[in-house]
């Protein structure tokens, strides 16, 4: 892609999804994530009408005088998008690639976090960590996140969360808003790396899916090649057992998806690719 033809699907993205956060998603992220963070302070001599619920008993016990700890309001957050780069993001049967919506959401959270004056950070993953750009403020930085996402060429084509999560938790010391935007049709289990990870972080799940990897067509004997490992096998449509079998492990991969992040205390949600995501993620704000 050239210099010119990257700057202007970098300028239709970014007239779209600005349009979006500032006069629809703006108001609903700060509702549901400003200032929830708190931050350690000090620690200070008790005084008549403190909570005791936040007495320091350590310090209390060492002074022999009770002591509390003193927490502030963060005012400044930073929002961390881990995107799923793998090969299987670019499949798509209707208007757009999954990795097209992907790249949309991604833009459109990025510039609402702009709009409140927070950081925003991106991790770029497949199996492996593709790219990773440090937490920071302003459009420029919102642009050059963009453009990676649309130009950026993966080294692997397989998926792991779990190597993506244990990252985030190895480089984000501070308490972030984190957004995870994939299928999620993987088979690693990421339940133990997501439930260390929702410990610090405020972490949302965004499935991106298409409507035809949901139910297998009866389309008779066909070369169907997987995304991610490049093997190509012929499949037989025509057999409801397989066309069983296909379903069920989609089920269990989506399944699994809704119920560990639900374990682990992490939102959730689901929007397909000719489907409006600005609804779905409207609708999420306003549940928390």
């Known amino acids: 892609m050239d210099t010119k033809e990257l700057l202007k699907k970098v300028r239709k993205i970014e007239i779209k999804t600005r349009r979006l956060s500032d006069h629809i998603f703006s108001g609903e992220y700060h509702t549901s994530f400003k200032g929830r963070g708190m931050t350690f302070s000090e620690v200070r001599q008790y005084q008549y009408g403190d909570d005791i619920r936040a007495i320091d008993w350590n310090v209390t016990a060492r002074y022999n005088e009770a002591h509390v700890k003193v927490f502030e309001e963060e005012r400044e957050l930073t929002m961390m998008l881990m995107v799923d780069i793998s090969g299987s993001e670019s499949f798509g049967t209707k208007n757009q690639l999954k990795s097209e919506i992907v790249t949309e959401i991604a833009a459109t959270m990025a510039f609402s976090a702009t709009q409140n004056n927070d950081k925003i950070g991106l991790i770029l993953f497949t199996d492996e ?15 050059r996140i963009i453009r990676e996402l649309i130009e950026f060429k993966p080294k692997s084509n397989k998926t792991d969360i779990s190597q993506a999560l244990k990252f985030l938790s190895g480089t984000q010391k501070k308490k972030a808003i984190v957004f995870m935007i994939s299928d999620f049709i993987t088979d690693d289990d990421y339940e133990k790396t997501l439930k260390i990870a929702g410990k610090k972080h405020d972490i949302t799940g965004v499935r991106v899916y298409d409507v035809r990897e949901e139910k297998m067509t009866n389309i008779g004997l066909v070369a169907m090649q997987d995304a991610e490992t490049g093997k190509t096998q012929w499949i037989n449509t025509n057999s409801k057992s397989v066309r069983f079998e296909y379903e069920k492990y989609y089920n269990e991969k989506v399944n699994y998806f809704k119920d560990i992040f639900s374990k682990c205390g992490s939102g959730t949600v689901s929007t397909r690719v000719d489907e409006s995501y600005v609804t779905k993620l409207l609708g999420y704000f306003k549940s928390r």
């Open 129 to 143: 960590i593709e790219l990773y750009i440090p937490p920071k403020k302003g459009k420029p930085h919102v642009l």
